[in-house]
């Protein structure tokens, strides 16, 4: 089964990811706890149920902080394992003649993907705020809450063009530089732009956690920038359906 196949190609970036992001973010977590005494450390829980409310909101921010980059992470190393990095090695001779539409090929391997951001998100967010919420005995994390799906979120369209510049460039390495070209090249028209025209762009894809770290520890919904979630909603399906278009146009 080709999911299968997916699996075992990402599995390693994946694992990698999601240590990446976990550890950090059981450091950060108990981090207030953690004090050295004759040379030795030693958690001393009794730290969070001094200020339990302060403290949740400070290590809540604190986690955020170590962790938004995880979606944007997760698709760019994901993404590169497309079925577009095949072509130049030739491997992907042997899939084109299984029983298969080519367009299945691009979406097995997105959903594959897509779970795995997910989960790259939600554990190491829902265990810390697990970690937090017990030592504190205070569950009021909205913080840590909604922080994942924001992740996702500004995910998924860099999913979507990792997986269209791999395509383009039939191969992991070209689909990675072209990737990071245009996200380089857009900050930095961006920041030319905004500065001396006062003209303010919208960000390329982070703006809901943009919004999340710039409101934080409260977070009005009335200032989520829903067109960037618009934005996001038409590029993570645009993106893979033209990397589709290329796949079904290859020729080896």
């Not at 450091?27 to 040379?39: A, D, F, I, R, W």
């Not at 491997?91 to 080519?102: D, S």
């Not at 618009?230 to 278009?245: C, D, E, M, N, S």
């Amino acid at each position: 089964m080709y999911a299968w196949k997916c699996w075992r190609e990402t599995r390693a970036s994946f694992i990698f990811l999601l240590i990446l992001s976990t550890v950090p973010a059981l450091l950060v977590t108990l981090s207030p706890g953690l004090k050295e005494q004759n040379g030795w450390w030693h958690f001393d829980s009794s730290e969070y149920l001094r200020n339990p409310g302060p403290t949740s909101q400070l290590v809540s921010i604190m986690v955020l902080s170590v962790l938004w980059p995880s979606g944007f992470l997760s698709a760019v190393f994901l993404g590169a394992t497309a079925p577009g990095s095949e072509i130049e090695s030739g491997t992907i001779e042997y899939l084109w003649t299984r029983p298969r539409w080519r367009t299945s090929l691009t979406w097995t391997h997105w959903s594959v993907c897509l779970a795995e951001m997910v989960t790259v998100a939600v554990v190491p967010t829902y265990l810390a705020a697990a970690i937090l919420g017990t030592l504190t005995r205070t569950w009021n994390l909205p913080l840590l809450m909604i922080a994942p799906w924001m992740m996702v979120i500004v995910g998924v369209p860099m999913l979507g063009l990792t997986t269209l510049m791999t395509a383009l460039r039939r191969s992991a390495k070209g689909g990675l530089i072209y990737t990071a070209g245009i996200v380089s090249v857009y900050l930095i028209v961006r920041q030319l732009v905004t500065v001396p025209l006062h003209l303010n762009l919208p960000p390329l894809f982070a703006g809901p956690v943009i919004w999340l770290m710039n409101n934080k520890p409260f977070v009005p919904l009335s200032a989520f920038p829903w067109g960037s979630l618009v934005r996001a909603v038409l590029l993570a399906a645009a993106l893979p359906l033209a990397a589709q278009y290329l796949l079904k146009r290859a020729e080896v």
